[in-house]
């Protein structure tokens, strides 16, 4: 093989921005994808949904990514376990779309809709753990997303009459 003609010279680590600040986001990539834990159970499903997220701030250019896994909901199995989870990642998901602005249904999403999505959280800069839980030196960003607005009942979203359900000046129309 050969000499490999490659710029190379101005290439440099993304850097890990301060945290406790909120930032502009962008979603650059969505990915279905499924976790290692779902897999080793042998599920053939994929759980969740990666985003690549991109921080968008001119005194950040080379800000690193930030990889969010939304977890989708199991199979009802009767399990107390599973219904917290189900819980638990519903409102993560739902945290998310509205964050982004994402268009969302009483009883579903599109991912596509994610795709260059746009928003605006704080930032957290964390230390990271090796798969034993011990502290590593290295640093990491991560979304705190922000909390669902104490909302009044809607038309649509409580009654589940309506099929069109409106975030952030988008709206989307099933069917």
């Known amino acids: 093989m050969g000499f490999i003609k490659q710029s190379l010279s101005d ?26 834990a779902w897999e080793e159970a042998g599920n053939d499903s994929d759980n969740m949904i990666q985003l690549v997220i991109a921080i968008e701030d001119p005194e950040f250019p080379d800000a690193s990514p930030i990889f969010e896994n939304i977890m989708l909901t199991r199979p009802d199995d009767g399990d107390p376990k599973t219904t917290t989870f189900n819980k638990m990642a519903l409102l993560k998901q739902r945290r998310i779309l509205e964050c982004l602005g994402v268009p969302y249904e009483a009883d579903g999403w599109d991912p596509d809709d994610l795709i260059d999505a746009t928003g605006r959280a704080t930032v957290l800069k964390v230390e990271a753990e090796d798969k034993n ?15 669902l607005a104490r909302e009044e009942k809607e038309e649509g979203r409580s009654s589940g009459s309506s099929n069109v359900v409106a975030t952030k000046g988008r709206a989307r129309r099933r069917g």
């Not at 440099?12 to 990539?29: C, F, I, Q, T």
């Not at 839980?133 to 909390?147: A, F, S």
Request: glycine share 8%; no cysteine; proline share 5%.
């Open 11 to 36: 290439v440099k680590e993304a850097e890990v921005v301060p945290g406790e600040r909120e930032y502009d986001l962008r979603v650059v990539s969505v990915t279905s994808k499924k976790s290692k």
């Open 133 to 147: 839980g011990k502290k590593t030196g290295e640093y990491r960003n991560e979304i705190r997303w922000p909390r």
